[in-house]
């Protein structure tokens, strides 16, 4: 079973960065694509970015294009996402996803992934 803790959430004001991460704890010659999603309140849950495993192939969300960042650290198991010029409509509990694989290189579509972590929130304040 592969387990991931998402960090860096937080309380910002519109205009403001954050940055998250995700640690996946697994074997260290486990090769996954990784993915951010977002469920805002009252809404589904939607994509926001993901990343291969050689970081070749990034796909991200229209609403994400321009203003955030998805990249990894493979040796550490850890992937990140910066996010620049934070809107209020970025409100939402952030979630890191993962399938196996070295040739899957990312999918908008939330069943596509296997693992999950627990999410961690995002407020933006206007």
């Known amino acids: 079973q592969v387990q991931m803790v998402e960090s860096g959430g937080g309380l910002v004001q519109a205009g403001g960065s954050l940055r998250l991460a995700c640690t996946t704890s697994?074997?260290?010659?486990?090769?996954?694509?990784m993915a951010w999603f977002r469920r805002a309140p009252g809404k589904e849950r939607e994509f926001v970015a993901s990343?291969?495993?050689?970081?070749?192939?990034?796909y991200y969300a229209d609403s994400a294009k321009g203003r955030f960042t998805i990249s990894r650290d493979n040796e550490q198991n850890t992937i990140y996402l910066q996010m620049n010029s934070l809107k209020p409509e970025d409100t939402a509990t952030y979630y890191c996803?993962?399938?196996?694989?070295?040739?899957?290189?990312?999918?908008?579509?939330?069943?596509?992934?296997?693992?999950w972590g627990q999410g961690t929130q995002i407020a933006v304040s206007s």
């Open positions: 996803a993962a399938r196996p694989g070295s040739l899957f290189i990312g999918s908008f579509h939330d069943y596509d992934y296997d693992f």
């Open positions: 697994t074997r260290t010659d486990a090769k996954f694509c």
């Open positions: 990343i291969s495993w050689d970081r070749g192939t990034k």
